[in-house]
């Protein structure tokens, strides 16, 4: 059956296949790593430092990834990055006493430079297997290689606290170094040699893109995913667990549906921009949208500051911004593979991606800090929403600025 399908089809299902594999393992390896250290007995706040090297050299990554793309081809750094995720999760399986914060932070560094070579190789070649007339489609298949990799990060996290369980902290890293070594053996047969690599090879100083579409909208990647991440990574999880009273076990049920139900609105994105109309999105299209994204951390906070049950308005804010927010991200990373130069298609994405990580890591510093400083708590969490309001009007003012569709890109 799959003889029957086009070349550009079969390479799409086997970078699909990649990076999905991949993505299970790291949704669950986090969640692996920061239950087992829990459970040993470490702070928050050195369980966070656990991942702190995992953001940084996701920018570094993406940054120099894109131009390493542009030289050796797409399929080599995403192979590249399927083996380094093999080899940080055989680091884990050391002796216990081997564990220390030093060590599974550079475990996590090489796992942060797997995951960006992965994420940066899997949407160039999008851009090389489809026909540049064929926007509609473009669109598609980029809604559903990044909603599915998000509804996979969430399942990720359910697999990570089943085997930890069913197999251990040991048995767990083990058995999914085997599966993603089959994986990387796979992707070295069936992915094709030359997919990604630049004609003319770029210089390492042309990491920094030229285009002016390319630098708008990764100043808007980063202040949108800076605005989610100052409020969702450290203040909301602390709040429904400290405020609310929630544990564990429902804190992290619930950001993984969260996160699996973020993906599966991601993929319906051409439908709600309008694709089923025959159109694509564009510059204004991004604008509105975030400009609906920016409303809605300030309501969250209006909401707690009346005073109102702060379960109800959290749970019901959340699926209101993931929804938007998922649209936002689906429209960007859509745009970033059109804006993209097809010759060295890695080097623009690259550089995009690096502004996602910058965003990202930006977020979760600000995130402890202003949580912290405000006095913790309903406080504490209003702030950080006033703060991604800021970040996001932001993005929106800097949105204004993409091209229209008339305009040439």
């Known amino acids: 059956m799959l003889s029957q399908l086009s070349p550009a089809i079969r390479q799409y299902l086997v970078v699909t296949g990649n990076y999905w594999a991949f993505t299970l393992t790291d949704g669950a ?10 459970g040993l007995g470490y702070s928050p706040l050195e369980i966070a430092l656990l991942f702190l090297f995992y953001e940084i050299f996701g920018v570094i990554t993406n940054l120099v990834g894109g131009w390493l793309g542009a030289h050796l081809g797409l399929n080599r750094t995403m192979n590249i990055g399927l083996a380094l995720q093999v080899v940080a999760l055989t680091m884990l399986l050391v002796p216990a006493v081997w564990l220390t914060v030093p060590w599974v932070m550079a475990a996590q560094a090489l796992s942060g430079i797997a995951k960006d070579l992965n994420k940066m190789s899997a949407k160039s070649s999008i851009k090389l297997l489809v026909p ?12 559903i290689l990044t909603g599915s990799k998000n509804a996979l990060k969430g399942v990720g996290f359910f697999l990570g606290g089943v085997l930890l369980m069913g197999l251990g902290f040991s048995g767990a890293v083990a058995a999914m170094a085997m599966a993603l070594s089959l994986v990387w053996l796979l992707s070295l047969a069936l992915l094709r040699q030359d997919l990604g690599k630049a004609n003319n090879k770029p210089r390492f100083r042309d990491i920094f893109s030229k285009s ?3 630098n708008i909208l990764s100043a808007a990647r980063m202040f949108l995913f800076g605005a989610r991440d100052v409020w969702f990574v450290v203040a909301l999880p602390v709040f429904l667990s400290q405020t609310l009273g929630w544990n564990h076990s429902q804190t992290g049920g619930f950001l993984a549906l969260w996160v699996i139900g973020y993906g599966l609105v991601q993929t319906l994105a051409p439908r709600i921009t309008g694709k089923a109309s025959g159109k694509v999105p564009d510059g204004r299209v991004a604008t509105l949208w975030a400009l609906a ?18 379960a109800t308005i959290l749970i019901g804010g959340l699926l209101l911004f993931g929804a938007v927010f998922a649209v936002n991200s689906s429209l960007h990373s859509y745009l970033i593979i059109r804006y993209a130069k097809r010759d060295g298609v890695s080097m623009d994405v690259g550089f995009y991606y690096m502004s996602n990580a910058m965003g990202r890591l930006m977020g979760t510093l600000l995130s402890g800090w202003i949580f912290q400083w405000a006095g913790q708590g309903s406080a504490g969490l209003q702030a950080c929403l006033w703060v ?22």
Request: proline letters at 6%; glycine letters at 8%; a positive charge.
């Open 388 to 409: 991604s309001l800021a970040l996001l009007l932001l993005a929106t003012l800097v949105s204004v600025k993409l091209p229209r569709s008339e305009q040439p890109l």
């Open 29 to 38: 390896l986090r969640m692996l790593v920061v239950l087992h250290f829990h």
């Open 212 to 214: 002016r579409a390319v």
């Open 293 to 310: 994204l920016t409303l809605l951390p300030g309501l969250i906070a209006l909401g707690l500051m009346l005073e109102g049950d702060p």
């Open 132 to 143: 540049g007339d064929a926007q509609g489609k473009l669109y598609q298949w980029v809604a």
